[in-house]
């Protein structure tokens, strides 16, 4: 028994508490590490370390995927989680690139990994086979060795694997529980994708570790989302980006009064709503509350830092603002040449702690490029720090635009214009202009029965904020183009301006 993985060894104090609930049943903690360990045996074969060996596995969420998921650490091998939600060619990119030696799949995935599995002459395992395994002895794991690889994609480029070890996870875990004060009666409802950090880690992981339960819904889907919200006694949390709650906002004004009111009643059974991976805009916080009685929580984080920077559990959640660093985490600001930044100056966000991650796999340059000298991780996020209250500006590289020598924030603009009576969602883009440096360019989504032409918005806009932040290209569209996460893809909305 001397694994010494921190998660899986403090659940071994839990006995029988409820782990893991999904659609096909649940899982105690002492289930969970009796499955986990023959999965770990299965992996093993005839080896009795797999000394860091990538296991890539893909599962619906629930307890397949954190068999799978703590197998492989028992074993010794590294996590990499695939998304349910790619085509074969991606799937196929992360397995390659991450020299995955064994694919572990649900059958209902076999069909789309069988052929990339033969043709790269990987073996793939079942789920089911996982469980019927004979324990034997498994081996010990060190902190330092590699725990799990997240694929991001940055904003350039193909995605990397970012690394963690077990060390480095663990700080990241240690953190979420201390700032949210995670507890053992708790229990989180779990919607997000499984293959990204959020709901691995603020979810997943946080609860593992408490001995919590964490019950999984098969996808996001608003109305089943507020079937358990109203009916469940005992959800303590929900975490979730904000086009999730744009989503329950637009499913709770479907319902009549009555299950309005069961609605509400849930979210204040709740002790804690959390968002985060995205900017949460101000109108959608607030009408949040006016729902739920909740005043968001929102947060900063990265797949390659864990959670950066937080409003508090207790005492005022700023909105707009992402608050202040997580327990052991240090934060600074720094302008173009490295230096910090004064209190309401911008500056580039950089990164310091046990939970920074420890680097993009197989990339030597790219890890190089995203760290200091003096080893702070350089997010490419820009912020301001008012009375120590951090507020994001955007991405150095996309939500930050250069517009005849102004700088200026993408999501600031957006933020103007959905108090615009006609927009229903925007998104801002700065395109590159001979003159300008960049235009600022607006996609937006407008609300039912409006119209808007770019005139009217020139000329309201001008009232609302300086000449130079006004857009000058309007493109209205039916939707803006969203990443699985949910999350805005600019790129895509700078395409829908060409021609
Ligand atoms: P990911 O690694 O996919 O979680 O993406 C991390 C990026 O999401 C950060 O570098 C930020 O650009 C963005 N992000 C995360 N949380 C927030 C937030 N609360 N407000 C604005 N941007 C955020």
Redesign the pocket.
């Known amino acids: 028994m001397a694994e010494s993985i921190p998660i899986v060894d403090r659940a071994r104090a839990r006995g029988d508490q409820l782990a893991l609930i999904d659609d096909r049943g649940s899982m105690g903690y002492a289930e969970l590490l009796d499955a986990s360990a023959r999965a770990a045996s299965r992996l093993l074969d005839a080896r009795d370390d797999l000394e860091g060996a990538r296991v890539a596995f893909l599962t619906p969420p629930g307890t397949d995927y954190v068999v799978a998921q703590w197998g492989t650490w028992r074993a010794g091998g590294i996590a990499v989680p695939l998304c349910t939600m790619h085509p074969a060619p991606e799937l196929d990119y992360v397995i390659g690139d991450s020299g995955a030696e064994l694919i572990v799949a649900h059958p209902e995935y076999h069909a789309v990994l069988e052929p990339i599995a033969r043709a790269r002459g990987v073996r793939l395992l079942s789920t089911e086979t996982l469980r019927d395994a004979q324990p034997r002895p498994l081996p010990t794991v060190p902190g330092d060795r590699g725990a799990m690889l997240i694929y991001?994609s940055g904003t350039t480029g193909k995605p990397k694997g970012a690394l963690t070890t077990h060390a480095t996870l663990s700080a990241q875990i240690r953190s979420v529980v201390e700032a949210w004060e995670w507890r053992e009666d708790d229990r989180i409802l779990h919607v997000l994708p499984l293959h990204?950090?959020?709901g691995i880690l603020n979810l997943l992981c946080a609860a593992m570790w408490s001995g919590a339960t964490c019950e999984f819904l098969p996808r996001f889907d608003p109305e089943r989302v507020w079937e358990r919200i109203a009916d469940s006694e005992e959800l303590t949390l929900f975490m979730a980006v904000p086009t999730i709650y744009a989503k329950l906002t637009e499913a709770f004004d479907r319902a009549d009064t009555e299950r309005q009111a069961a609605m509400s009643a849930g979210c204040k059974r709740l002790r804690l709503m959390v968002?985060?991976?995205?900017?949460?805009p101000v109108p959608t916080l607030e009408r949040w509350r006016t729902i739920s009685g909740h005043t968001l929580l929102?947060?900063?984080?990265?797949?390659?830092i864990g959670m950066g920077l937080g409003n508090p559990l207790h005492g005022e959640r700023r909105p707009g603002h992402?608050g202040v660093p997580f327990p052991g985490v240090d934060v600074r600001l720094v302008d173009d040449a490295g230096s910090e930044v004064a209190d309401g100056t911008s500056g580039h966000i950089e990164v310091r702690g046990p939970g920074v991650f420890d680097g993009y796999w197989n990339r030597e340059e790219a890890t190089r490029e995203v760290f200091t000298d003096d080893g702070w991780f350089k997010?490419?996020?820009v912020a301001v720090r008012e009375d120590g209250v951090y507020r994001?500006l955007?991405?150095q590289s996309v939500d930050i635009l250069k517009t005849g020598g102004y700088k200026v924030s993408a999501?600031e603009i957006e933020a103007v214009l959905r108090t615009h009576a006609a927009i229903a969602e925007c998104a801002v883009v700065g395109l590159a202009d001979p003159q300008w440096g960049q235009r600022v360019a607006a996609a937006v989504v407008l609300a039912p029965g409006q119209q808007l032409k770019l005139e009217t918005l020139r000329s309201w806009g001008k009232e609302q904020m300086a000449h130079y932040k006004v857009p000058t290209l309007l493109r209205v569209v039916d939707a803006l183009p969203r990443n699985p996460?949910g999350?805005v893809q600019k790129p895509a909305v700078s395409e829908l301006f060409q021609g």
């Open positions: 991001t990204h950090l959020h968002s985060g991976s995205a900017a949460l929102e947060r900063y984080g990265m797949t390659e992402v997010t490419g996020d994001i955007g991405r999501l996460m999350k």
